[in-house]
């Protein structure tokens, strides 16, 4: 080989030589930029088939589990979101739409090749699942334990046990919310005084008394008929025009000036329903929230778009943390909780009349509770 032979293969080999540090250069710059997007959460997340992001809208159906309970949306034909299991729940779906939101907005924090088992990141049993469709594609997210911070999970995507990704908790306890916290509350009607034309309100049924000892009881007995609930009826008297402050009467008594009243008319115009307890509650439900025998029953008489309407409050038992009430709506089954900022006056005057409890019996029981019997005259 001539010297001009072995310059020329010197000059080839330089060249191929710097062709290849170029190509290392090249590819440690990709890998690293796509190990610091990974690692700082801008690496692409959950994508449509044509690995653009799925827009929330697009969504047609959700499922999952959130480690207790399995809860299903879908749209109804007019574009709304429905609980698959009670389309005609009421419900408030932007616990609907945040979910999606997130999951369309999801980044992976960290891409893991899944070198260990499933049950190393708790894919074995997962602690979440998710499956959200659009259109003819779905998206399926298996969640497993939380990492070592508690502030990210483990999560296998659409059955792939090739990859792991670490994802913030946000979706989770997104999932966590219950389906009753999901209900549209009802609107309560405008209860303002000038609106008010009469309010009864009913009291718990009387004790009965045992019967005699030693007496042989009846064949087939006929069930004794439920002895009559103390009633308190008030009555709005307006002398000088309906837009003008009422004067309130239980019988002849004026009870205007009742504090008992004056605390149950602000109850009324501010009244509104905390939250669902129970939707098509079972009887046993009934009788647990203790209408079986309500505690107390409103009716109250009002105006409304120039006609006469009545509202109906049904009263249960106390809730077992004492915030407040069972009550029902109308002839609506569903049961909701009444704080007790807005039941205290109601049920004080269902058990002793609207002027209140004697002075004795106040500072023995007190409240609520007390157990004095109305005054003669207050009740009609």
Known sequence: MTWKERRNVTILLCIAGALFLALLVVFGMIYRQDREAALTGVAAGVLAEDGAPIDPGAYSALRYYN????????????????????????????????ILKTLSELKFQQVLPATETKETYGLDAPSATLTASSGQSSQTLTFGKTTTDGDSYYMMMNEDESTVYIVADTLVKQMQLPIYDMCALPEL??????????????????AQEPSGEGEAPEEDPEPAPEPERPTVTLNARRSSGEDKPALWFSGNDNVTASPLLQDLLYDLKAMAVAKCVDYRPSEEALEICGFQSPDAILKVEYAAAGADQT????????????SGR????????????????????????????????AAGDAAQDGGEDAQAVPEEGNNT
């Open 326 to 357: 069972y009550v029902q709506l109308d002839g609506d089954t569903t049961i909701y909780a009444l704080p007790s900022d807005y039941a205290d006056a109601l049920m004080t005057i269902s058990v002793s009349g609207i002027r209140g409890p």
């Open 311 to 322: 509202f109906t409050l049904t009263v249960g038992a106390r809730m077992p943390d004492e």
């Open 189 to 206: 009607p405008d209860l303002s005084e000038l609106n008010l034309r009469a309010i009864t309100i009913q009291g718990p049924v009387p």
């Open 67 to 98: 480690g207790s309970a399995t809860l299903s949306f879908a749209l109804d034909e007019e574009g709304n979101w429905i609980w698959a299991d009670g389309p005609d729940f009421p419900l408030k779906d932007d616990t609907v739409a945040s």
